[in-house]
């Protein structure tokens, strides 16, 4: 029988490990654009990352709705900056 | 082999495939050289990685309520995470995208590596 705790945290540390790597590219990539996509990549990584949470601590039940909103907040987030990008007409 | 076992394989197996994807993806956001490309790594990648990772953890929550009404409603709400970021995702990619095209980032060419222009 596997444990399956230790593996969700095995993975919920390898996804942390790949969201510290976004960092620098939300951190140093030149102009707002690669910086957007940056953050994005770590919001991504973040929604699995707090449904391993969930079934780490036995509360998957309200793990799951705070995972819908960070999804929603993530994709709003985009299409705001795009959006805006787009009105402005520059970088 | 009880259904438990079975569930916590295939939860594995679907975990870390959407582990590859997405250490496929960061690998294309670090190291591409410009702003398209590495849209075209992480946009479909990530997308695929968060789908494969979020249906194997409601195959898990299902298995592991044997079933149950509370467990299956948990699972559904999951899977339309899932369906959610398929729709989204690709969206998000494509209007960042589109914004940026119409600013003004030019695309990277072969004559960039050649002529040692400022990377974008």
Redesign the interface.
């Known amino acids: 029988?596997?444990d399956?705790r230790q593996?969700f945290t095995g993975?919920s540390i390898?996804?942390l490990f790949?969201a510290f790597?976004?960092l620098?590219?939300a951190i140093r990539g030149?102009?707002i654009?690669?910086r957007?996509?940056?953050v994005?990549?770590i919001g991504?990584?973040t929604?699995?990352v707090l449904?391993?949470m969930g079934?780490i601590y036995d509360r998957?039940?309200m793990f799951?709705?705070i995972?819908?909103v960070y999804?929603?907040l993530?994709?709003i987030g985009?299409?705001a900056?795009?959006?805006y990008?787009?009105m402005?007409?520059?970088? | 082999m009880d259904t438990?076992?079975i569930g916590?394989?295939l939860?594995?197996i679907f975990?870390l495939f959407?582990?590859l994807f997405?250490?496929g993806?960061?690998i294309g956001?670090?190291r591409l050289p410009d702003?398209f490309c590495?849209?075209h790594a992480?946009?479909k990648s990530?997308t695929l990685?968060?789908l494969l990772?979020?249906i194997g953890?409601a195959i898990?929550?299902a298995f592991a309520g044997n079933f149950a009404l509370?467990y299956i409603l948990?699972s559904i709400?999951?899977i339309?995470?899932a369906i959610?970021?398929f729709l989204?995702?690709p969206?998000?990619t494509h209007?960042?995208s589109?914004?940026?095209f119409?600013?003004?980032?030019k695309p990277w060419t072969l004559e960039h590596q050649f002529k040692e222009v400022e990377?974008?």
Request: charged share 15%; with cysteine; proline share 2%.
């Open positions: 029988m596997i399956m593996f993975v390898a996804l790949l790597l976004c620098y590219r030149p102009f654009t690669n957007i996509i940056g994005g990549a991504t990584k929604l699995i449904l391993l079934f998957v039940d799951v709705d995972s819908i999804a929603l993530n994709f985009t299409l900056a795009a959006k990008f787009e402005k007409g520059e970088v | 438990m076992t916590s394989i939860t594995a975990l959407g582990l997405f250490t993806g960061t956001l670090l702003f590495r849209m992480t946009g990530d990685a968060v990772c979020l953890l898990y929550n509370p948990v709400k999951i339309f995470i959610f970021w989204a995702g969206t998000g209007a960042i589109r914004a940026a119409r600013c003004g980032v990377k974008e």
